[in-house]
Protein backbone atom coordinates (compact mmCIF):
# COMPACT_ATOMS: atom_id res chain seq x y z
CA UNK A 1 0.00 0.00 0.00
CA UNK A 2 1.13 3.60 -0.29
CA UNK A 3 1.36 6.10 1.79
CA UNK A 4 -1.09 8.25 0.03
CA UNK A 5 -3.52 5.30 0.11
CA UNK A 6 -2.64 4.58 3.68
CA UNK A 7 -3.14 8.11 4.71
CA UNK A 8 -6.95 7.58 2.69
CA UNK A 9 -7.64 4.77 4.79
CA UNK A 10 -7.00 6.61 8.09
CA UNK A 11 -7.93 9.81 10.12
CA UNK A 12 -5.45 12.29 9.14
CA UNK A 13 -2.42 13.10 11.47
CA UNK A 14 -3.36 16.52 12.56
CA UNK A 15 -6.76 17.81 14.03
CA UNK A 16 -9.04 20.95 13.65
CA UNK A 17 -7.86 23.82 16.14
CA UNK A 18 -4.05 21.83 17.01
CA UNK A 19 -1.16 23.81 17.16
CA UNK A 20 2.10 22.70 16.22
CA UNK A 21 5.37 23.40 13.91
CA UNK A 22 6.46 22.62 10.36
CA UNK A 23 8.80 23.58 8.20
CA UNK A 24 7.44 24.80 4.71
CA UNK A 25 8.84 22.55 2.11
CA UNK A 26 7.11 23.95 -1.33
CA UNK A 27 4.42 26.81 -2.69
CA UNK A 28 1.66 26.16 -4.23
CA UNK A 29 0.62 27.18 -8.13
CA UNK A 30 -1.97 29.94 -5.95
CA UNK A 31 1.25 30.94 -3.84
CA UNK A 32 0.29 29.01 -0.34
CA UNK A 33 2.86 27.30 1.30
CA UNK A 34 2.68 23.82 1.93
CA UNK A 35 4.02 21.26 4.88
CA UNK A 36 3.98 17.64 5.19
CA UNK A 37 2.77 15.83 8.59
CA UNK A 38 3.20 12.24 7.76
CA UNK A 39 3.30 12.89 3.99
CA UNK A 40 -0.35 14.92 4.68
CA UNK A 41 -0.29 18.24 3.14
CA UNK A 42 -0.92 21.54 5.04
CA UNK A 43 -1.45 24.43 3.16
CA UNK A 44 -0.99 27.65 4.80
CA UNK A 45 -0.77 31.27 4.11
CA UNK A 46 2.04 34.13 3.96
CA UNK A 47 4.64 31.30 4.30
CA UNK A 48 7.84 30.69 2.23
CA UNK A 49 9.82 27.80 1.64
CA UNK A 50 12.53 27.08 4.22
CA UNK A 51 10.53 29.21 6.67
CA UNK A 52 10.06 27.03 10.38
CA UNK A 53 6.13 27.83 11.16
CA UNK A 54 4.40 27.17 14.46
CA UNK A 55 0.65 27.41 12.76
CA UNK A 56 -2.86 26.84 13.96
CA UNK A 57 -4.96 24.19 12.24
CA UNK A 58 -7.98 26.02 10.48
CA UNK A 59 -9.26 22.79 8.63
CA UNK A 60 -8.55 18.92 8.56
CA UNK A 61 -10.16 17.04 5.73
CA UNK A 62 -8.90 13.56 5.10
CA UNK A 63 -6.45 13.61 2.94
CA UNK A 64 -5.56 17.67 3.33
CA UNK A 65 -5.70 20.78 6.01
CA UNK A 66 -5.32 23.81 6.45
CA UNK A 67 -3.44 25.83 8.93
CA UNK A 68 -2.54 29.60 9.62
CA UNK A 69 1.08 31.33 10.57
CA UNK A 70 0.75 32.41 14.70
CA UNK A 71 4.56 32.78 14.62
CA UNK A 72 7.02 32.48 12.20
CA UNK A 73 10.06 30.96 14.19
CA UNK A 74 12.71 31.26 10.63
CA UNK A 75 12.56 33.48 7.77
CA UNK A 76 13.31 32.81 4.14
CA UNK A 77 15.95 35.32 2.85
CA UNK A 78 13.44 35.62 -0.18
CA UNK A 79 10.71 37.14 1.84
CA UNK A 80 9.71 40.76 1.50
CA UNK A 81 8.31 42.07 4.59
CA UNK A 82 5.14 43.85 4.15
CA UNK A 83 3.61 46.30 5.99
CA UNK A 84 0.13 45.34 6.20
CA UNK A 85 -0.80 42.38 4.91
CA UNK A 86 -4.20 43.39 3.73
CA UNK A 87 -3.06 42.51 0.35
CA UNK A 88 -2.44 39.01 0.74
CA UNK A 89 -5.17 38.11 2.10
CA UNK A 90 -7.57 39.82 -0.52
CA UNK A 91 -5.91 38.08 -3.60
CA UNK A 92 -5.09 41.32 -5.02
CA UNK A 93 -1.16 40.22 -4.47
CA UNK A 94 -0.52 36.82 -3.47
CA UNK A 95 2.76 37.01 -4.16
CA UNK A 96 3.66 40.16 -2.20
CA UNK A 97 5.57 38.53 -0.11
CA UNK A 98 8.20 36.92 -1.99
CA UNK A 99 10.69 38.62 -3.77
CA UNK A 100 10.61 39.65 -7.27
CA UNK A 101 13.69 37.72 -8.71
CA UNK A 102 11.96 34.58 -6.95
CA UNK A 103 8.59 35.23 -8.37
CA UNK A 104 10.04 35.66 -12.32
CA UNK A 105 11.46 31.91 -11.22
CA UNK A 106 8.47 31.09 -10.01
CA UNK A 107 6.63 31.53 -12.95
CA UNK A 108 9.28 29.62 -15.12
CA UNK A 109 9.59 26.89 -12.62
CA UNK A 110 6.07 26.12 -12.84
CA UNK A 111 5.85 25.52 -16.96
CA UNK A 112 8.93 23.65 -16.45
CA UNK A 113 7.64 21.86 -14.13
CA UNK A 114 4.51 20.59 -15.68
CA UNK A 115 6.62 20.00 -19.13
CA UNK A 116 8.17 17.72 -17.14
CA UNK A 117 5.89 15.82 -15.85
CA UNK A 118 4.66 14.71 -19.52
CA UNK A 119 8.19 14.18 -20.12
CA UNK A 120 8.81 17.03 -22.79
CA UNK A 121 11.99 18.21 -20.91
CA UNK A 122 13.84 18.74 -23.88
CA UNK A 123 11.42 22.09 -24.19
CA UNK A 124 13.20 24.59 -22.62
CA UNK A 125 11.51 27.83 -21.00
CA UNK A 126 13.52 30.94 -20.68
CA UNK A 127 13.67 33.20 -17.93
CA UNK A 128 10.95 35.31 -17.59
CA UNK A 129 10.96 38.77 -18.75
CA UNK A 130 9.94 40.78 -15.91
CA UNK A 131 9.43 44.53 -14.78
CA UNK A 132 11.72 47.01 -13.35
CA UNK A 133 9.12 48.83 -11.29
CA UNK A 134 7.06 45.99 -10.68
CA UNK A 135 4.02 47.79 -8.87
CA UNK A 136 1.11 50.09 -10.09
CA UNK A 137 1.02 49.01 -13.32
CA UNK A 138 -2.57 48.15 -13.87
CA UNK A 139 -4.21 50.22 -16.10
CA UNK A 140 -7.80 49.05 -15.27
CA UNK A 141 -9.38 49.45 -11.26
CA UNK A 142 -12.71 48.12 -10.53
CA UNK A 143 -13.08 48.70 -6.59
CA UNK A 144 -16.41 48.13 -4.72
CA UNK A 145 -18.00 50.75 -2.88
CA UNK A 146 -19.93 50.41 0.70
CA UNK A 147 -20.66 52.08 4.20
CA UNK A 148 -18.86 51.69 7.02
CA UNK A 149 -20.08 53.48 10.04
CA UNK A 150 -22.26 55.47 7.90
CA UNK A 151 -19.68 56.78 6.16
CA UNK A 152 -18.88 56.13 2.27
CA UNK A 153 -15.58 53.68 1.18
CA UNK A 154 -13.60 52.43 -0.98
CA UNK A 155 -12.12 49.09 -0.51
CA UNK A 156 -11.87 45.39 -1.11
CA UNK A 157 -13.31 42.01 0.23
CA UNK A 158 -11.14 39.95 2.11
CA UNK A 159 -10.41 36.67 0.60
CA UNK A 160 -13.52 33.97 0.89
CA UNK A 161 -15.11 36.42 2.84
CA UNK A 162 -17.85 39.45 3.16
CA UNK A 163 -14.97 41.48 5.33
CA UNK A 164 -14.78 45.18 3.69
CA UNK A 165 -11.77 47.09 4.39
CA UNK A 166 -11.46 49.86 2.88
CA UNK A 167 -8.08 50.83 1.03
CA UNK A 168 -6.13 53.80 -0.50
CA UNK A 169 -3.16 52.21 -1.80
CA UNK A 170 -4.25 48.94 -3.84
CA UNK A 171 -0.17 48.81 -4.61
CA UNK A 172 -0.95 47.08 -7.87
CA UNK A 173 -3.11 49.71 -9.57
CA UNK A 174 -2.06 52.94 -11.84
CA UNK A 175 -1.18 55.55 -8.82
CA UNK A 176 -2.66 57.88 -10.94
CA UNK A 177 -6.04 55.50 -10.92
CA UNK A 178 -6.17 55.46 -6.98
CA UNK A 179 -6.15 59.24 -6.70
CA UNK A 180 -9.36 59.17 -9.19
CA UNK A 181 -11.14 56.28 -7.26
CA UNK A 182 -9.96 58.61 -4.05
CA UNK A 183 -11.54 62.18 -5.29
CA UNK A 184 -14.24 60.42 -6.97
CA UNK A 185 -14.68 58.67 -3.27
CA UNK A 186 -14.57 62.00 -1.60
CA UNK A 187 -17.39 63.75 -4.58
CA UNK A 188 -19.51 61.38 -3.65
CA UNK A 189 -19.62 61.90 0.31
CA UNK A 190 -19.80 65.43 -0.33
CA UNK A 191 -23.26 64.82 -1.83
CA UNK A 192 -23.81 62.08 0.09
CA UNK A 193 -24.57 59.62 -2.66
CA UNK A 194 -25.54 55.93 -0.52
CA UNK A 195 -23.25 53.40 -1.06
CA UNK A 196 -24.43 49.92 -2.40
CA UNK A 197 -25.76 47.55 0.84
CA UNK A 198 -25.33 43.87 -0.03
CA UNK A 199 -27.69 43.17 2.72
CA UNK A 200 -31.07 44.90 1.62
CA UNK A 201 -29.96 45.65 -1.50
CA UNK A 202 -30.30 49.10 -1.44
CA UNK A 203 -28.16 52.32 -2.25
CA UNK A 204 -26.48 53.72 -5.19
CA UNK A 205 -22.93 53.29 -5.93
CA UNK A 206 -21.59 49.81 -5.95
CA UNK A 207 -18.60 50.15 -8.26
CA UNK A 208 -16.08 52.45 -9.44
CA UNK A 209 -14.07 51.44 -12.55
CA UNK A 210 -11.11 53.17 -13.69
CA UNK A 211 -9.22 53.01 -16.56
CA UNK A 212 -6.36 55.26 -18.00
CA UNK A 213 -4.13 55.23 -20.92
CA UNK A 214 -0.70 54.69 -20.32
CA UNK A 215 0.90 56.63 -23.01
CA UNK A 216 -2.37 58.62 -23.40
CA UNK A 217 -3.14 59.70 -19.72
CA UNK A 218 -6.56 59.91 -20.76
CA UNK A 219 -8.95 58.49 -17.85
CA UNK A 220 -12.26 57.00 -17.97
CA UNK A 221 -14.44 56.78 -14.73
CA UNK A 222 -17.15 54.46 -14.99
CA UNK A 223 -20.25 54.24 -12.14
CA UNK A 224 -21.17 51.31 -11.26
CA UNK A 225 -25.19 51.92 -9.38
CA UNK A 226 -28.01 50.02 -8.82
CA UNK A 227 -30.29 52.62 -9.30
CA UNK A 228 -31.00 54.11 -12.40
CA UNK A 229 -31.23 57.18 -11.29
CA UNK A 230 -27.93 58.67 -9.36
CA UNK A 231 -29.17 62.01 -7.42
CA UNK A 232 -27.10 65.09 -7.87
CA UNK A 233 -25.67 63.71 -11.21
CA UNK A 234 -24.75 66.66 -12.74
CA UNK A 235 -23.33 68.17 -9.91
CA UNK A 236 -21.13 64.85 -9.25
CA UNK A 237 -20.08 65.21 -12.87
CA UNK A 238 -19.01 68.48 -12.55
CA UNK A 239 -17.19 67.80 -9.41
CA UNK A 240 -15.46 64.84 -10.82
CA UNK A 241 -14.44 66.88 -13.91
CA UNK A 242 -13.10 69.88 -11.85
CA UNK A 243 -10.71 67.60 -9.26
CA UNK A 244 -9.90 65.52 -11.77
CA UNK A 245 -9.27 67.88 -15.59
CA UNK A 246 -7.81 64.43 -16.92
CA UNK A 247 -10.94 62.46 -16.46
CA UNK A 248 -12.49 62.24 -20.16
CA UNK A 249 -14.74 60.27 -20.25
CA UNK A 250 -17.50 59.52 -17.45
CA UNK A 251 -20.20 56.79 -17.73
CA UNK A 252 -23.09 55.09 -15.84
CA UNK A 253 -23.16 51.28 -15.91
CA UNK A 254 -26.40 50.29 -14.38
CA UNK A 255 -25.99 47.05 -12.91
CA UNK A 256 -29.58 46.73 -10.78
CA UNK A 257 -28.68 41.83 -9.92
CA UNK A 258 -27.18 41.25 -6.73
CA UNK A 259 -24.25 38.72 -8.14
CA UNK A 260 -20.80 38.83 -8.44
CA UNK A 261 -20.50 40.00 -11.82
CA UNK A 262 -19.50 43.96 -11.70
CA UNK A 263 -20.58 45.34 -15.00
CA UNK A 264 -24.46 45.22 -16.20
CA UNK A 265 -25.30 45.40 -19.81
CA UNK A 266 -26.43 49.10 -19.97
CA UNK A 267 -24.00 52.44 -20.19
CA UNK A 268 -24.76 55.55 -20.03
CA UNK A 269 -22.69 58.32 -21.05
CA UNK A 270 -22.69 61.09 -18.50
CA UNK A 271 -19.70 63.26 -20.08
CA UNK A 272 -17.31 63.19 -22.31
CA UNK A 273 -16.23 60.58 -24.94
CA UNK A 274 -17.44 56.85 -25.01
CA UNK A 275 -14.20 55.76 -25.29
CA UNK A 276 -10.31 56.65 -24.15
CA UNK A 277 -7.59 55.82 -26.30
CA UNK A 278 -4.78 54.89 -25.33
CA UNK A 279 -1.32 52.81 -27.53
CA UNK A 280 0.68 49.93 -27.60
CA UNK A 281 3.48 49.36 -29.78
CA UNK A 282 2.98 52.73 -31.26
CA UNK A 283 -0.61 51.80 -32.68
CA UNK A 284 -3.98 52.97 -31.32
CA UNK A 285 -6.42 51.88 -29.53
CA UNK A 286 -10.15 52.97 -28.46
CA UNK A 287 -11.36 51.31 -25.54
CA UNK A 288 -14.99 51.06 -24.27
CA UNK A 289 -16.03 50.07 -20.64
CA UNK A 290 -16.88 46.78 -21.55
CA UNK A 291 -13.78 45.52 -23.31
CA UNK A 292 -10.67 43.04 -22.84
CA UNK A 293 -7.70 45.24 -22.95
CA UNK A 294 -4.61 43.81 -21.56
CA UNK A 295 -3.93 45.63 -17.94
CA UNK A 296 -0.43 45.40 -17.84
CA UNK A 297 0.50 47.86 -20.99
CA UNK A 298 4.42 47.81 -20.98
CA UNK A 299 4.40 44.50 -20.26
CA UNK A 300 1.57 43.65 -23.15
CA UNK A 301 4.07 45.27 -25.43
CA UNK A 302 7.28 43.14 -24.73
CA UNK A 303 4.66 40.15 -25.08
CA UNK A 304 3.38 41.44 -28.32
CA UNK A 305 6.84 41.52 -29.34
CA UNK A 306 8.03 38.33 -28.58
CA UNK A 307 4.86 36.90 -30.31
CA UNK A 308 6.07 38.95 -33.53
CA UNK A 309 9.78 37.78 -32.50
CA UNK A 310 8.48 33.92 -33.16
CA UNK A 311 5.67 34.83 -35.94
CA UNK A 312 9.25 35.95 -38.01
CA UNK A 313 7.01 37.91 -40.95
CA UNK A 314 8.27 39.07 -43.89
CA UNK A 315 5.29 40.86 -45.53
CA UNK A 316 4.31 38.09 -47.47
CA UNK A 317 2.41 36.30 -44.65
CA UNK A 318 -1.04 35.02 -44.32
CA UNK A 319 -1.94 35.25 -40.50
CA UNK A 320 -4.61 34.03 -38.05
CA UNK A 321 -5.10 35.38 -34.54
CA UNK A 322 -7.39 33.08 -32.90
CA UNK A 323 -8.87 34.81 -29.92
CA UNK A 324 -8.29 38.06 -30.97
CA UNK A 325 -10.22 40.26 -28.27
CA UNK A 326 -9.93 43.85 -29.93
CA UNK A 327 -7.38 43.38 -32.63
CA UNK A 328 -4.22 44.07 -30.65
CA UNK A 329 -2.11 41.26 -31.71
CA UNK A 330 -3.70 41.18 -35.53
CA UNK A 331 -2.86 44.81 -35.65
CA UNK A 332 0.51 44.44 -34.34
CA UNK A 333 1.52 41.81 -36.79
CA UNK A 334 -0.68 43.49 -39.59
CA UNK A 335 2.26 45.59 -40.76
CA UNK A 336 4.39 42.71 -41.32
CA UNK A 337 2.23 40.22 -43.04
CA UNK A 338 -0.15 40.11 -46.58
CA UNK A 339 -3.20 39.39 -44.79
CA UNK A 340 -4.27 38.90 -41.49
CA UNK A 341 -7.49 37.40 -39.96
CA UNK A 342 -9.14 37.92 -36.65
CA UNK A 343 -11.86 35.64 -34.76
CA UNK A 344 -13.11 36.51 -30.89
CA UNK A 345 -16.69 35.98 -29.50
CA UNK A 346 -17.69 39.53 -27.96
CA UNK A 347 -18.99 41.25 -30.84
CA UNK A 348 -18.69 44.72 -29.27
CA UNK A 349 -14.80 43.52 -28.78
CA UNK A 350 -15.18 43.04 -32.98
CA UNK A 351 -16.74 46.48 -33.75
CA UNK A 352 -13.75 47.80 -31.47
CA UNK A 353 -11.14 45.78 -33.88
CA UNK A 354 -12.68 47.22 -36.94
CA UNK A 355 -12.95 50.84 -35.41
CA UNK A 356 -8.76 50.48 -34.19
CA UNK A 357 -8.17 48.95 -38.04
CA UNK A 358 -9.33 51.96 -39.63
CA UNK A 359 -8.17 53.91 -37.05
CA UNK A 360 -4.75 52.92 -37.75
CA UNK A 361 -5.05 53.07 -41.80
CA UNK A 362 -4.64 49.89 -41.67
CA UNK A 363 -6.43 47.86 -44.42
CA UNK A 364 -5.37 43.88 -44.42
CA UNK A 365 -7.04 42.60 -41.92
CA UNK A 366 -10.66 40.68 -42.01
CA UNK A 367 -12.45 40.12 -38.51
CA UNK A 368 -15.09 37.73 -37.56
CA UNK A 369 -17.43 37.59 -34.55
CA UNK A 370 -17.90 33.83 -33.60
CA UNK A 371 -16.50 30.90 -31.42
CA UNK A 372 -13.08 30.08 -32.84
CA UNK A 373 -13.88 26.37 -32.62
CA UNK A 374 -16.12 27.38 -35.40
CA UNK A 375 -14.38 29.90 -37.60
CA UNK A 376 -10.92 27.57 -37.77
CA UNK A 377 -12.51 24.91 -39.49
CA UNK A 378 -14.83 27.45 -41.56
CA UNK A 379 -11.43 29.25 -42.62
CA UNK A 380 -10.02 25.73 -43.24
CA UNK A 381 -13.16 24.55 -45.27
CA UNK A 382 -12.65 27.61 -47.29
CA UNK A 383 -9.17 26.59 -48.18
CA UNK A 384 -7.40 29.79 -46.50
CA UNK A 385 -3.59 28.64 -46.19
CA UNK A 386 -2.22 31.09 -43.36
CA UNK A 387 1.14 30.53 -43.18
CA UNK A 388 0.90 31.44 -39.22
CA UNK A 389 -1.43 30.92 -36.37
CA UNK A 390 -1.63 32.83 -33.56
CA UNK A 391 -3.64 31.94 -30.51
CA UNK A 392 -4.57 33.57 -27.51
CA UNK A 393 -6.98 31.61 -25.64
CA UNK A 394 -8.83 31.90 -22.12
CA UNK A 395 -7.39 29.67 -19.25
CA UNK A 396 -9.29 26.77 -20.23
CA UNK A 397 -7.05 26.44 -23.53
CA UNK A 398 -7.59 25.15 -26.56
CA UNK A 399 -10.40 22.60 -28.01
CA UNK A 400 -9.14 19.29 -29.57
CA UNK A 401 -11.38 20.74 -32.51
CA UNK A 402 -9.34 24.00 -32.63
CA UNK A 403 -6.08 21.89 -32.82
CA UNK A 404 -7.30 19.94 -35.50
CA UNK A 405 -8.22 22.62 -37.88
CA UNK A 406 -4.85 24.16 -37.09
CA UNK A 407 -2.86 21.42 -38.52
CA UNK A 408 -5.10 21.02 -41.48
CA UNK A 409 -4.27 23.91 -42.58
CA UNK A 410 -0.32 23.31 -42.03
CA UNK A 411 1.04 26.81 -41.07
CA UNK A 412 4.87 26.85 -40.95
CA UNK A 413 4.24 28.17 -37.72
CA UNK A 414 1.64 28.22 -34.27
CA UNK A 415 2.23 30.82 -31.74
CA UNK A 416 1.04 30.17 -28.75
CA UNK A 417 -0.19 32.80 -26.05
CA UNK A 418 -0.98 30.98 -23.12
CA UNK A 419 -2.65 32.49 -19.42
CA UNK A 420 -2.38 29.17 -17.96
CA UNK A 421 0.57 26.94 -18.00
CA UNK A 422 -1.63 23.96 -17.60
CA UNK A 423 -4.00 23.64 -20.47
CA UNK A 424 -0.76 24.60 -22.59
CA UNK A 425 0.93 21.96 -21.50
CA UNK A 426 -1.99 19.83 -22.56
CA UNK A 427 -2.16 21.40 -25.73
CA UNK A 428 1.41 21.39 -26.82
CA UNK A 429 1.39 17.87 -26.33
CA UNK A 430 -1.63 17.36 -28.84
CA UNK A 431 0.58 19.98 -31.75
CA UNK A 432 3.88 17.79 -30.76
CA UNK A 433 2.11 14.56 -31.50
CA UNK A 434 0.82 15.81 -34.95
CA UNK A 435 3.80 17.04 -37.10
CA UNK A 436 5.01 19.85 -34.74
CA UNK A 437 8.19 20.85 -33.43
CA UNK A 438 9.37 23.25 -30.84
CA UNK A 439 13.06 24.48 -31.46
CA UNK A 440 12.67 27.36 -28.94
CA UNK A 441 12.20 27.83 -25.62
CA UNK A 442 9.27 29.41 -24.19
CA UNK A 443 8.90 32.56 -22.93
CA UNK A 444 7.19 33.68 -20.21
CA UNK A 445 6.22 37.55 -19.56
CA UNK A 446 4.97 38.75 -16.42
CA UNK A 447 1.87 40.77 -16.86
CA UNK A 448 0.52 40.06 -13.26
CA UNK A 449 3.76 41.30 -10.89
CA UNK A 450 2.60 39.83 -7.33
CA UNK A 451 -0.02 38.08 -8.28
CA UNK A 452 0.28 33.93 -9.67
CA UNK A 453 -0.84 34.57 -12.89
CA UNK A 454 1.74 32.79 -15.78
CA UNK A 455 1.56 34.03 -19.24
CA UNK A 456 3.99 32.93 -21.74
CA UNK A 457 4.52 32.62 -25.32
CA UNK A 458 5.60 29.51 -27.31
CA UNK A 459 6.29 28.77 -30.73
CA UNK A 460 5.66 25.63 -32.37
CA UNK A 461 7.16 24.73 -36.20
CA UNK A 462 6.33 22.41 -38.95
CA UNK A 463 8.73 19.27 -38.85
N1 LIG B 1 -5.48 38.52 -27.91
C1 LIG B 1 -6.29 39.47 -27.18
C2 LIG B 1 -7.34 38.84 -26.26
C3 LIG B 1 -6.92 37.66 -25.43
S1 LIG B 1 -8.02 37.20 -24.14
C4 LIG B 1 -5.41 40.43 -26.39
O1 LIG B 1 -4.22 40.18 -26.23
O2 LIG B 1 -5.91 41.46 -25.93
C5 LIG B 1 -8.95 35.92 -24.85
C6 LIG B 1 -10.10 36.38 -25.71
O3 LIG B 1 -10.78 35.23 -26.18
C7 LIG B 1 -11.15 37.23 -25.00
O4 LIG B 1 -11.31 38.42 -25.73
C8 LIG B 1 -12.42 36.36 -25.06
O5 LIG B 1 -13.60 37.13 -25.22
C9 LIG B 1 -12.17 35.50 -26.26
N2 LIG B 1 -12.83 34.19 -26.33
C10 LIG B 1 -13.14 33.35 -25.33
N3 LIG B 1 -13.65 32.21 -25.79
C11 LIG B 1 -13.68 32.29 -27.16
C12 LIG B 1 -14.06 31.42 -28.21
N4 LIG B 1 -14.54 30.21 -27.97
N5 LIG B 1 -13.92 31.86 -29.46
C13 LIG B 1 -13.41 33.09 -29.74
N6 LIG B 1 -13.03 33.94 -28.78
C14 LIG B 1 -13.15 33.57 -27.51
Not at 256 to 281: H, P, R, Y
Amino acid sequence: MSKEEKNMGSKSPVSKNEELTVTIEDLTYQGMGVAKVDHYPLFIENALPTEKVKVHVLKASKNYGFAKVIERLSTSDQRVEVPENHYLQTGIAPLQHLNYAAQLEFKRNQISELLNKVHLKNVEVAPTIGMDEPYHYRNKAQVPVRAVNGKLETGFFKKNSHTFVPLEDFLIQDKRIDEVIKEVRDVLRKFNIEAYDERKHSGVIKHIMVRRGYYTHEVMVVLVTRSKRIPMQDQIVEAIQTKCPDVCSIIQNVNQVSTNVILGKQDKLLAGKKQIKDQLNGITFNISPQSFYQVNPSQTEKLYQTVVKGANLTGKETVIDAYCGIGTISLTLAAKAAKVYGVEIVPEAIIDAKLNAAANGIENTQFETGMAEEWMQKWEEQGIKPDVIVVDPPRKGLAESLIESAVKMNPDKIVYVSCNPATLVRDLQLFLGKGYTIEQPTQPVDQFPQTVHVESVTVLSRR
